[in-house]
């Protein structure tokens, strides 16, 4: 005779059976692998894929597999981690900075459990193990982007109060050094300067008009350390974004970070998504310029520069020549999301700018409708070259045109920019548009994956006191419950 309604029992049945169901992905270990995801501009197939064959056959690494996955990433499998830090480093000496190359750790959970959102438990770095980043920041980056910002002040301050120069400047030392027409009143323009920027220090020139502004050395100080914890902030903001738990993101020093990653499944990605320092710049395009004199030359307008489109397939780059004054930076930015764009249905990201941006935005488009309007793709990708035997660390500034389009009307805080390559460069751009852009750029000084170590020896102890308790507990309920505690224990 039943104790229970039968529901309840049917209950308990279901209940067990959807438990071991979504349990199942912890059985499957996870395979040593390196994971080869294009940089911006690169494409993965199967060229990409024979090549990579080729240089790991050459080094005598043995593969489980070598696959394209369904997020377009490269994934070779392999037998164990010696294997797998052979290989990472054959392929990071032959496909250069052209592709990003991480160790990685591949699931093996068949995919109809991954299909029904079954996922295995994620412990933290001292148990499961994850990625360990040792990352330096760049000071210097830093400071010169302060130096840029200042002189363009000067330039916005006289422009608007109708003060006529010939040249401002930023030197080596990082003053700006300004050169008045001779049409202008010096007096006025200290003025203006004194008045609009008060915390810069003016300075006399060689002649009466001209003056140097310099920015204090407290002001610079402060820029360096705000770099950094502007860059342990934004670290933070895309590491929320790629969903990693418990994640650890300390100071080190003067200028370095430690990021340390648990249980992560896609260091290439994490890898990338963190070291980038991806923005957009909107710039005017500068008409009456002789682009192929500029080419051959160098003789560019001074107040132009010349930029490339990004090359497409079958598509070479081509040249074009951009107003040097920046309209809106991704400093006003305060939103981001991948889209598509409503003429052609390319990927693009939707851009919301903060009311700065938005009023010099609506400024500069009110006055230049029918006229050109490019968006710049700024990214600084770090590299590494052996230089008599010794480690040279650089940061190589890629600047490429990713739109071009007329001003059909009066534009505000709101855009889409199109004309990206993929809609997981869409992505990835909103991404790091969303989190913040770097104070300053980041090198990878240290990678390595961390194993379990100590973490190893206390999940076996504990695995081994659930088992000796659990059957104390079975053994208990038998010979004291007899035949029920038979029943209990199956």
């Known amino acids: 005779m039943l104790e229970y309604a039968r529901w309840k029992y049917v209950l308990i049945l279901l209940v067990l059976l959807v438990s071991t169901l979504y349990a199942l992905p912890n059985i499957y270990p996870q395979d040593p692998s390196v994971q080869v995801t294009a940089n911006h501009g690169s494409t993965v197939d199967k060229a990409m894929q024979a090549r990579v064959e080729n240089t790991l056959k050459k080094a005598s690494v043995r593969t489980k597999g070598i696959e394209i996955s369904k997020d377009g990433n490269l994934l070779v499998r392999l037998f164990d981690a010696n294997e797998q830090i052979k290989a990472a480093d054959a392929l990071r000496g032959e496909l250069g900075s052209d592709y990003v190359v991480a160790l990685n750790l591949a699931s093996t959970v068949p995919d109809w459990l991954e299909k029904i959102g079954a996922k295995p438990m994620l412990l933290g770095l001292d148990l499961q193990g994850g990625v360990h980043f040792l990352m330096q920041v760049d000071q210097q980056a830093a400071l010169a982007k302060r130096f840029d910002a200042t002189a363009e002040d000067v330039r916005t301050t006289l422009r608007e109060n109708g003060v006529a120069y010939t040249a401002v400047e930023r030197r080596p030392d990082g003053s700006v050094l300004t050169t008045l027409a001779t049409n202008a009143d010096p007096a006025k323009a200290r003025q203006l300067i004194a008045k609009d920027l008060p915390n810069l220090l003016l300075e006399d020139g060689t002649t009466d008009r001209q003056f140097t502004v310099r920015i204090p050395q407290a002001e610079l100080d402060k820029v360096s350390t705000e770099a950094i914890e502007q860059n342990v902030s934004t670290l933070r ?91 809106v930076s991704g400093e006003q930015l305060v939103g981001a999301q991948s889209t598509r764009s409503q003429d052609d249905g390319s990927p693009a990201v939707s851009i919301t700018l903060n009311s700065a941006g938005g009023q010099r935005m609506f400024d500069y488009s009110s006055e230049n409708v029918g006229k050109g309007l490019a968006v710049v793709y700024i990214e600084r990708i770090p590299e590494v070259k052996l230089v008599d035997g010794k480690e040279v660390r650089s940061t190589r500034v890629k600047e490429e045109v990713i739109s071009i389009a007329n001003i059909r009307e009066t534009l505000g805080k709101n855009f889409i920019t199109s004309g990206l390559d ?66 209990t224990c199956v």
Do not use: C, H, W
Not at 305 to 317: A, D, Q
Not at 450 to 476: C, H, Q, W
């Open 237 to 327: 903001n895309r590491i929320n974004e790629l969903g990693v738990a418990e994640p650890i993101i300390q100071r080190q020093g003067t200028d370095r970070v430690v990021v340390q990653l648990p249980g992560v499944q896609d260091t290439a990605q994490a890898k990338r998504i963190l070291g980038a320092t991806a923005t957009l710049e909107f710039r005017g395009v500068y008409e009456g310029g002789d682009i192929q004199d500029a080419i051959k030359t160098g003789n560019v307008p001074p107040d132009a520069r010349l930029f490339y489109t990004s090359g497409k397939p079958n598509i070479p780059p081509r040249p074009v020549l951009l107003k040097k004054r920046v309209i």
């Open 422 to 487: 993929s809609p997981k460069d869409a992505a990835d751009l909103a991404l790091l548009l969303r989190a913040g852009a770097l104070a300053a750029p980041m090198e990878f000084v240290d990678e390595r994956t961390v194993g379990p170590s100590l973490g190893k020896e206390n999940v076996d102890r504990g695995m081994t006191a659930v088992l000796y308790s659990f059957s104390f507990a079975l053994i208990f309920f038998i010979f004291y419950s007899r035949m029920f505690g038979v029943i």
